[in-house]
């Protein structure tokens, strides 16, 4: 499989489609939007429905944003109204490397139908989940705060 990025700037937020070659020569796309912060990525995806075929996509992102810069992530799921099942499992490895490099990684803004399939797939208690932004940021910031006083989390 071929990957390939499409950046555009605008501002301090960088907008990256991510793009796939399909085995049907058709191409998978997952549009995101990536703000760099001190200590933490925030990856807002802008997509209605995340797929099967999105979750290497979405897994590809997030690995390369940790190649240039180890960092906490909060994943911003505002406009997602449903999550297949592969990409719930994508989330849950990526949470679980995350934190096995001393790094957090927090959910925020859930719609009730992607809340209901975690809660379904028995994830909901597994993953750091916050209402707003603002409070994904906290929780990061405070487990950032705990590893520098050397606290176990």
């Not at 990025?5 to 939007?33: A, D, G, W």
């Not at 949470?95 to 001393?102: I, K, L, M, Q, V």
């Amino acid at each position: 499989m071929r990957v390939f990025t499409i950046i555009m700037n605008y501002s301090q937020t960088q907008m990256r489609y991510l793009c796939s070659e399909h085995p049907t020569k058709r191409f998978m796309m997952l549009k995101v939007k990536i703000d760099t912060k001190e200590i933490f990525h925030v990856i807002c995806i802008e997509e209605k429905e995340l797929t099967a075929n999105m979750a290497e996509i979405l897994e590809d992102i997030i690995a390369k944003k940790q190649l240039e810069a180890e960092k906490s992530l909060v994943i911003d799921l505002n406009e997602v109204q449903s999550i297949a099942p592969e990409v719930m499992q994508t989330i849950l490895k990526l949470h679980e490397s995350t934190y096995a490099n001393r790094k957090s990684i927090v959910l925020c803004h859930l719609q009730p139908g992607v809340r209901q399939e975690l809660d379904a797939a028995g994830l909901s208690d597994s993953l750091n989940i916050t209402p707003t932004a603002s409070e994904a940021w906290d929780i990061v910031q405070m487990e950032e705060i705990e590893r520098e006083l050397d606290m176990d989390i």
